[in-house]
């Protein structure tokens, strides 16, 4: 189905007529308003594939343009260029430059999935958002997100050791994003830390304080962190696999 919306056409691609008048009627201006032509030779075939290849995106096949998940969408009603349907369109007609050009605001997407309970197919568009986000990223296209950072350094801690302890993850969240002092910086950090200091028990304190040093393991855990680690290298090269890409580190 194609997309009419005038908002969805880039700018750049509008041509409007200063004079023009044609039987006489005068239709200079945004009556002549027309869309320029333009051949699309760069297509990828495969676009539709790679994004289903991927968790989240299976059902992408089934989306029939309704526009039910962009209605619904939480960040569409405050940022009209935030658009589910539109993307999934570009996406099943192989269009991956001009998904591209939009690379910055799918990553917008919260994860309310009130998309996904409106939608009458099954899509998922949610899932779909971010199977799109992993894509761009494994293509290249983007630079990790703070909350791929965060999601890697929350997930490195489970990871290794079984247990989440939410000071290490601060920690290393702000380690990898460059600036590992920046919770002192922060005057919400400060007054969250200045606040947990004046009535947590001194004891909770210590346990903090020594977690951060000590870190603490679930006991009898190296098998199950063997059978993630496993599991995760195998999603990791099926999906590059399905777009095409080298298993990580060339191999």
């Not at 343009?65 to 192989?94: E, K, M």
Request: hydrophobic residues 40%; contains cysteine; negative net charge.
């Amino acid at each position: 189905m194609p997309i009419h919306e005038k908002s969805l056409i880039r700018p750049e691609n509008l041509r409007e007529q200063d004079e023009l008048v044609i039987d006489g009627v005068d239709v200079s201006g945004h009556w002549s308003t027309f869309i320029e032509t333009r051949a699309v030779t760069d297509y990828n075939e495969a676009m539709q594939d790679e994004i289903a290849a991927l968790a989240g995106g299976e059902n992408i096949h089934r989306c029939w343009q309704c526009g039910s998940c962009t209605n619904a969408c939480t960040v569409h009603a405050v940022n009209p260029d935030f658009n589910p349907r539109y993307w999934i369109y570009l996406i099943r007609l192989g269009m991956e430059d001009e998904l591209v050009r939009d690379k910055d605001i799918i990553w917008q997407c919260v994860s309310c999935n009130k998309c996904t309970d409106a939608c009458p197919r099954d899509v998922v568009p949610e899932a779909v958002m971010k199977a799109t986000a992993h894509w761009l990223e494994l293509k290249g296209h983007v630079d990790k997100k703070p909350s791929t950072h965060f999601d890697e350094g929350f997930s490195a801690q489970v990871i290794e050791t079984g247990k989440i302890e939410d000071g290490l993850v601060v920690r290393d969240f702000f380690k990898r994003m460059g600036d590992p002092f920046r919770p002192f910086k922060e005057p919400y950090l400060v007054a969250m830390i200045t606040g947990i200091a004046k009535r947590a028990p001194i004891g909770y304190l210590l346990k903090m304080g020594l977690a951060l040093v000590v870190r603490p393991r679930t006991r009898g855990w190296a098998p199950a962190r063997k059978g993630i680690e496993e599991y995760i290298r195998e999603v990791d090269a099926k999906d590059r696999k399905a777009l095409g890409l080298p298993a990580e580190g060339g191999h």
